[in-house]
C-alpha cells in the first residue's frame, strides 16, 4: 500500500476556501435560486436564508459555525455545571 504525504495520507475532506464541497454546492445552488428569487418576486428572504447557511457552514480546523454554537449552548445551557467546594 502506498502512503502518501500530502495531505493527510488522502484521507482528509475535500474543502473550497472555507466549506466543505457538499456545502458549497448547496450554498451555490441556493444563492442562483435567491438571486432569482429576488429578481423575478422581489423576495428577499431566500437571500437572507442562503446567507444564514453560508455563516454557519464555515468550516475552520473540521468545525463549523454551527457546531460551535451547539456546544456553546450545551455548554452554558442545557448542560449543568457541577462545582466541587473544599
Known amino acids: 500500500m502506498t502512503t502518501y504525504l500530502y495531505p493527510q495520507n488522502l484521507k482528509a475532506t475535500a474543502n473550497l476556501w472555507l466549506w ?3 456545502d458549497f454546492a448547496i450554498l451555490c445552488v441556493a444563492a442562483l ?3 432569482l428569487a429576488l429578481v423575478q418576486l ?3 428572504v431566500p437571500a ?3 446567507l444564514c447557511f453560508g455563516f454557519l457552514t464555515i468550516r475552520m480546523e473540521e468545525t ?3 457546531d460551535f454554537l451547539k456546544y ?3 455548554y452554558f445551557i442545557s448542560s449543568q455545571q ?3 467546594w473544599r
Open 82 to 84: 457541577i462545582y466541587d
Open 33 to 35: 435560486l435567491s438571486v
Open 72 to 74: 456553546a449552548v450545551r
Open 42 to 44: 422581489h423576495f428577499m
Open 48 to 50: 437572507a436564508v442562503t
Open 64 to 66: 463549523t459555525v454551527l
Open 20 to 22: 466543505s464541497l457538499w
